[in-house]
């Protein structure tokens, strides 16, 4: 299987893209760690962009090649990239899954300026520009608003997970993740998602 996780910068593709990944046994690509991999200071050109992708879509390829599940985690706001991503996986029949990470742009704002040691340079003005810019998707797609607590966007996580049967439904509990008896409560002291 291999699912795309995409939208904006500081909507949370991360926190989700990781607990799909988690919960599916998976392996997650970041768009953000191999870009830093290929260019030690990165300037975001079009041409750098492309290289990314491309890195990205070989180390799929190969995960998925050998049976793995994998997830991409990447703003992906260009149809081709996500249009690429689903050819990867029919030319390796594996199942292909789009989901996409939305989130009010003021929570947008507070995450993006708490971010501390993330592989992300992406500011709020960056996010701006990816939103403005993001090209409709073209496909059924999942969506997770990622703009409540953390154990609200798990739920949501869980749920297309069992919705897709990549786990199951025994398996969705979250009491003890989310702390106690309250589903809307978040983890203490975990912060918001980004």
Known sequence: MLVVVCGPPGTGKTTVASRIADRAGGTLLRTDTVRKELVAQPSYTDRETERTYDALYDRARDRVANGEDVVLDGTFRRQ??????????????????????????????????????????????????????????ERDHRRVDNGGSLARTRRQVDEFLRDEGLVDGADGGETSVDGGDDPDADVEGSGPPA
């Open 80 to 137: 081709r990239y996500r249009d690429r991503a689903r050819e990867l996986s029919a030319d390796r029949d594996a199942a292909f899954e789009l989901v996409r990470v939305t989130c009010p742009s003021p929570v947008v704002r507070e995450r993006i300026a708490a971010r501390d040691g993330d592989a992300s340079d992406a500011d709020f003005d960056v996010h701006l520009t990816v939103r403005d810019s993001f090209e409709p998707l």
